[in-house]
Structures are given as structure tokens and as C-alpha cells.
């Protein structure tokens, strides 16, 4: 559990959770990996094309106002009161003193601004519960930390 919460906190994605062979690389907000000009790999023209139409969704990082309750997985994300879909992997975030999830909302044709504008929560056991959302990791966001 101690990994998971440490990984949750820098929303570093678990594979069979947060991405499959199914998502996109840029929707997962990996993009930085994926170098288009550094020559040929498989994957590479979906990557193209994806940067090219948009993005359908996000991978969003959100964090429990209330410190009491947990996430795991699947719980529903509201934005801005209306379900978009479930949380992909949840933990408690020691450092950021909250339950930490992860999860993709929709966002064809909108900003980063627009995603992170909107209202979240988070339903647990029929009870909504606020949450902020990030794009960019809570926890050490300039990966400083794990550079020491």
C-alpha cells in the first residue's frame, strides 16, 4: 500500500487501471514520452492524428477536500454535478493529507482551463464529497523531489 500511495501522489498511472492498450497516449497525459520526431514507431500516426483532432478526454488527478473518506476505484466523478465517469485508481495521499484518485473526463474541444474550471466531486457510497483536480501531478509537480 505504501508504493501505491507514494505513485497515486505523483499520479504515476498504473497499467490495467488508469491506462490499457485501449487509451491514448496523449489522453493519458503522457505525451511527454512520445517523441513524434524522433523517427518511426508503432503508434506513432494515432499519436499524430490524436494531436491533430483533439482530445476526447482527460486523465485528471483529484484530491478529497474532506480528509476522512478513502478512494479505491470506481467510484463516480461528477463535474459540475453530473456523472462522467469513474475514478480509475484511488488511494490516501500521506503527503497531500487526502484521498488521491485518478480518472478521465470528457473534454473534446475544451482548454486545459475549461477541465480544470469546472466543479468536481466525488460519490462514495451514495455521498458527494468536493474534490480539486489537477492535470499535473499534486505532489511534486517539477519532479524535484525525486531527483535528490
Not at 501505491?4 to 499520479?11: F, Y
Not at 484518485?101 to 473534454?107: A, D, K
Request: aromatic fraction near 8%; include cysteine.
Amino acid at each position: 500500500h505504501t508504493l501505491d500511495s507514494c505513485r497515486i501522489e505523483k499520479a504515476f498511472r498504473h497499467f490495467g487501471h488508469d491506462i490499457t492498450d485501449e487509451d491514448n497516449v496523449l489522453e493519458a497525459g503522457l505525451g511527454f514520452a512520445v517523441k513524434t520526431v524522433k523517427g518511426d514507431f508503432l503508434g506513432r500516426d494515432a499519436v499524430l492524428r490524436k494531436k491533430e483532432t483533439g482530445l476526447n478526454r482527460r486523465l485528471v488527478q483529484f484530491r478529497l477536500k474532506d480528509p476522512e473518506p478513502l478512494l479505491f476505484h470506481n467510484e463516480a466523478i461528477l463535474r459540475d454535478g453530473k456523472i462522467v465517469g469513474p475514478v480509475t485508481s484511488g488511494n490516501y495521499g500521506h503527503h497531500l493529507g487526502g484521498a488521491i484518485g485518478l480518472g478521465y473526463v470528457p473534454c473534446k474541444g475544451e482548454s486545459e482551463a475549461d477541465v480544470l474550471s469546472s466543479s468536481y466531486a466525488i460519490e462514495i457510497a451514495g455521498e458527494r464529497f468536493a474534490a480539486e483536480a489537477s492535470l499535473k501531478p499534486m505532489y511534486d509537480p517539477k519532479a524535484e523531489r525525486v531527483r535528490m
